[in-house]
């Protein structure tokens, strides 16, 4: 427990040797003031967009990033969506 209590007593005097001062610490409130102004879009957000992108369309090309995958899956899975597609036998 006392170990404990003396970390907590170096603790601003370790964060001022690594950099931290009064300064960056304003900077930094402003910075995290700033981007909680910004509009926020989720990953949730823009799937829902790919997904509609993707109805009833073929699958994305083979070197596609792994959302628009997921997002094509999801729209194959609507009601009203496009059948999977077939692979010929060779």
């Not at 910004?38 to 070197?63: H, N, T």
């Not at 997921?70 to 999977?84: D, E, I, N």
């Amino acid at each position: 427990m006392i170990e404990r209590g003396h970390f907590i007593n170096t603790a601003a005097a370790e964060l001022a040797r690594r950099g931290d001062t009064p300064e960056r610490q304003r900077l930094e409130a402003a910075f995290r003031a700033e981007l909680e102004r910004l509009p926020r879009r989720g990953w949730d957000g823009d799937l829902a967009g790919r997904v509609a992108r993707f109805a009833g369309k073929p699958p994305p090309r083979p070197s596609a990033d792994f959302d628009d995958w997921y997002a094509w899956a999801l729209a194959r899975t609507k009601p009203g969506a496009a059948s999977p597609p077939t692979v010929p036998e060779t």
